[in-house]
């Protein structure tokens, strides 16, 4: 749900939505606009359909009601069968348009003024042909009451031609009045989608660059040599996630910048000390000091032996934990028999645990499983371990090797002496580089780096170091591995 509500706040998010949201206001607009096309052609329709032909018709109705009076006034007159020829034809005429009128006449008033229109031209057309006929006894008498009839026929004609002309008005009116409306409401709807858009692109773009111009300002900080503090950056998730691996990598950076600082600093004072010393016992060596005193002269050889002796130990241990943290290559892992390499340590090592005395027992237990790694990488870290133990454990001491399985994945090693222990106050730092406990008494020597050194080569196999230890009472470390399939 979280991430559902991240993606839409990011960028793509909100292109995608305020998109969308366009596209349904233009789609409900354009459905809009078609309705009303569709009224107002349907209102058209009907004027042309329906108005114009009444009207139309109305006239032609008059005009034929009109002459069918002329001719048959004519034809009473004078007998002449050629008038009585045309009031029939006008008659014919005028039954057609009326009855045309009658398939077109729609809505109520309009019928219903058809409808007497119908009433009173049957009553004009029997009537007149009644008379052309000379059913009639009376013509003069007939003649008034055919225009009596006629007039209020011409004017019912005139009201249903007048009702369908001021309807034929009202309905342009009306479609003139729903254009207007419909292009008013066209250039305000355009137009608050040309500034709501525009906002929203002014808007969305400001949340993207402002935030890339403030980490662009940063890029420049570190591209100058220098590192910002860690900031925050309130943008659209896939920029607050780039910040936040760029604090990360500055963080990296700072500890990188850090750690070389650091290392230089010890490198000097582990190189420096050792060359002192050797230069100061071959310069008195040199000027003659012990000519004559072959006891301190001899000792003076001796500071240098063991000296340069140290001076090999560290720059060896410098080489090597500067190869780990260069070399970030995985190793050549593969399945390796841990006892074995144990057992070769405990071999290489006797005549160091023998010098002291002290006794060491393997405990290493049977079918043990192989281990997946670099066999020589392993040994290498299991031997600072075992060479510590020998090295802060007095004579007669006594040191235990083990190694087993804890589960189904991991093995388990422990290297646990009965030596001088480690204070509380020391325990935590133990691991790091250049740390040497306050246990030393001045009289082991050491670079402080081998257990950095066991700690990068565990981890890096995936597994873990860690030691418990009281002053005075011994120390146990212990490293897991993961076991071979
Ligand atoms: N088995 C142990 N018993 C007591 N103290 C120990 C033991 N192992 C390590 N330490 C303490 O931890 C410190 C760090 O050990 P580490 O092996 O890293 O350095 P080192 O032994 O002093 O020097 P080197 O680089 O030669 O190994 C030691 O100086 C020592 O104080
Ligand atoms: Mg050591």
Request: charged share 25%; hydrophobic share 40%.
């Amino acid at each position: 749900m979280l991430n559902y509500a991240m993606k839409l706040t990011g960028i793509f998010g909100r292109l995608a939505l305020t998109n969308l949201i366009l596209l349904v206001l233009i789609s409900y607009f354009i459905i809009y606009v078609f309705h009303k096309t569709e009224q107002i052609h349907t209102i058209l329709h009907d004027v042309t359909s329906v108005n114009l032909p009444v009207i139309a018709d109305s006239d032609r109705l008059i005009s034929s009601i009109e002459r069918m009076n002329e001719f048959r006034l004519k034809y009473i007159v004078t007998g002449d069968e050629d008038f009585y020829e045309r009031f029939n034809g006008f008659m014919a005429e005028a039954e057609s348009v009326s009855q045309h009128l009658s398939e077109t006449v729609t809505g109520k008033s309009k019928t219903d003024i058809y409808d007497s229109v119908s009433e009173l031209y049957g009553a004009f057309s029997k009537m007149s042909t009644a008379q052309i006929k000379g059913e009639e006894h009376n013509n003069t008498e007939a003649d008034t009451e055919i225009e009596k009839i006629s007039a209020l026929l011409t004017d019912k004609i005139s009201e249903l031609k007048n009702t369908a002309d001021s309807e034929w008005q009202k309905k342009l009116e009306r479609s003139n009045q729903m254009v207007e409306k419909v292009l008013h409401r066209s250039v305000v709807f355009m137009t608050a989608c040309i500034i709501g858009a525009a906002a929203v692109a002014f808007f969305n773009t400001r949340n993207i660059a402002r935030p890339l111009q403030k980490l662009g300002e940063k890029t420049n900080e570190v591209a100058a040599g220098r590192f910002p503090e860690s900031f925050y950056l309130k943008a659209p998730y896939e920029i607050e996630r780039l910040a936040s691996d760029f604090n990360i990598m500055i963080r990296r950076l700072k500890e990188s910048r850090e750690q070389k600082e650091e290392f230089v600093s010890n490198v000097s004072h582990e190189l420096k000390t050792p060359l002192s010393s050797i230069k100061e016992a071959a310069q008195m060596l040199k000027e003659g000091v012990f000519d004559n005193d072959p006891e301190n002269s001899g000792r003076l050889l001796d500071i240098i032996n063991a000296e340069s002796e140290r001076l090999i130990t560290s720059v060896n241990g410098i080489i090597e934990i500067s190869r780990l943290d260069i070399n970030d290559a995985p190793y050549e892992m593969q399945a390796f028999d841990l006892g074995g390499v144990l057992k070769e340590i405990i071999k290489k090592t006797e005549p160091i645990a023998a010098a002291k005395k002290i006794k060491v027992v393997q405990d290493i237990a049977e079918e043990l499983p192989e281990a997946f790694g670099a066999a020589e990488m392993i040994s290498r870290a299991a031997e600072n371990l075992i060479s510590n133990a020998l090295k802060y454990t007095p004579e007669n001491g006594m040191i235990n090797i083990s190694a087993k399985k804890t589960d189904e994945r991991l093995l388990l090693v422990s290297v646990k002496d009965n030596g001088r222990g480690i204070s509380g106050e020391d325990l935590p730092h133990i691991f790091e580089r250049y740390r040497r406990g306050r246990n030393q008494h001045g009289d082991v020597k050491g670079t402080g780096l081998g257990l950095a050194i066991a700690r990068k080569i565990i981890s890096r196999h995936g597994g873990e170091i860690w030691a418990k230890s009281r002053q005075g009472e011994g120390s146990e470390f212990l490293f897991t591995l993961p076991r071979s399939f």
